[in-house]
């Protein structure tokens, strides 16, 4: 059995009271689901209860759950003091809680326990005050899995972007590309797209010159790494293309030229996708060991504060884990 965790974010990101909201979806009720979070704040959570109409409980082992009984289930991850936080506010208890709750999902993954975790939006500021490094979630996962090989992705229905670095600026890239990665990169998009039933599809390898191949004014990089890459994995079968100026690659992806964009670094993929629309996308984490996808930052923290929350960008990463989770 397939069994998906979802972990609470911290109170400036998705309340207690969204993620249960996100119960009330037929396919989320018949779902194996397992929340990890503080079970005395969502006991307060009564609205969520009651439109739910299902018992919160409290278990330590997934093999205590009952997936027949209507219930929800959670894996306790104690806060000291719960009652003193507030949604919207950014407290250093909320942010040690949130990596907590990733803490603990991440063991129950590494042991096969859950296929999958979908990750509720975490706060730098918050982590930092509750004494944690974060970078961002890709790093965070990868630190705790031990995993060398992973890559951020960002999902939308029209548009998915598969990044070649981490949360690094466009300075700071050019000293880390080399062909190794792209082909790594590659690699887990080629997997990213065969487990969502796209095998074989299309990818492109964004330049990092925004008139590249225009007119022949091919940077050092792309003659010197991108293209004899690309030119490397086609040999060896694979069906990808580039360098591609990143001015147009976006479009051409969102027209349905190509399944996944590589991009070369984080800002050279985030922006196209904002400007696109991708409040409505999930992050995922690829190359774990386990299924890893995150409700959209952008949606939660700009509602979560002003008590307007929905639940839809969490109920599309639950959603987007169990059709990666097979």
């Given at each position: 059995m397939k069994v998906i965790g979802i972990t609470m974010g911290d109170a400036a990101g998705i309340s207690p009271e969204i993620t249960l909201k996100a119960f009330e979806a037929e396919e989320i009720r018949q779902t194996p689901l397992v929340i990890f979070g503080c079970y005395e704040t969502f006991i307060k959570q009564n609205e969520a209860m009651q439109i739910t109409q299902k018992e919160l409980v409290k278990i330590e082992h997934i093999s205590d759950a009952d997936f027949t009984s209507g219930q929800?289930?959670?894996?306790?991850?104690?806060?000291?003091?719960?009652?003193?936080?507030?949604?919207?506010?950014v407290q250093a208890q909320a942010g040690a809680g949130a990596y907590r709750c990733i803490e603990k999902a991440t063991e129950y993954a590494l042991r096969g326990e859950i296929t999958a975790i979908a990750t509720a939006p975490l706060n730098k500021?918050?982590?930092?005050?509750?004494?944690?490094?974060?970078?961002?979630?890709?790093?965070?996962?990868?630190?705790?899995?031990?995993?060398?090989?992973?890559?951020?992705?960002?999902?939308?229905?029209?548009?998915?972007?598969?990044?070649?670095?981490?949360?690094?600026?466009?300075?700071?890239?050019?000293?880390?590309?080399?062909p190794q990665r792209q082909q790594t990169v590659v690699r887990i998009a080629e997997d990213f797209l065969a487990r969502i039933g796209e095998e074989g599809a299309p990818i492109a390898i964004a330049g990092i010159n925004?008139?590249?191949?225009?007119?022949?004014?091919?940077?050092?990089?792309?003659?010197?790494?991108?293209?004899?890459?690309?030119?490397?994995l086609q040999a060896q079968g694979s069906n990808v293309f580039g360098a591609i100026p990143p001015d147009t690659v976006f479009l051409q992806a969102y027209e349905g030229k190509y399944a996944m964009v590589v991009a070369q670094y984080h800002d050279q993929g985030h922006i196209p996708l904002k400007l696109m629309g991708f409040h409505d996308g999930v992050n995922i984490t690829a190359g774990l060991p386990f299924i890893r996808t995150s409700?959209?930052?952008?949606?939660?923290?700009?509602?979560?504060?002003?008590n307007i929350a929905k639940c839809d960008s969490i109920l599309e990463s639950i959603r987007l884990a169990i059709k990666l989770a097979g």
């Open positions: 929800i289930h959670i894996i306790d991850v104690p806060l000291e003091s719960p009652s003193t936080l507030e949604i919207g506010k500021e918050a982590l930092h005050l509750g004494g944690y490094h974060y970078a961002g979630h890709t790093e965070l996962l990868a630190e705790l899995t031990g995993t060398k090989d992973f890559a951020m992705v960002l999902y939308t229905d029209r548009l998915r972007v598969i990044h070649a670095t981490t949360h690094i600026s466009l300075r700071k890239m050019l000293d880390t590309l080399n925004p008139h590249a191949g225009e007119s022949g004014l091919f940077g050092s990089e792309e003659i010197e790494v991108i293209n004899p890459t690309v030119k490397n409700a959209d930052h952008g949606t939660a923290f700009d509602i979560a504060g002003k």
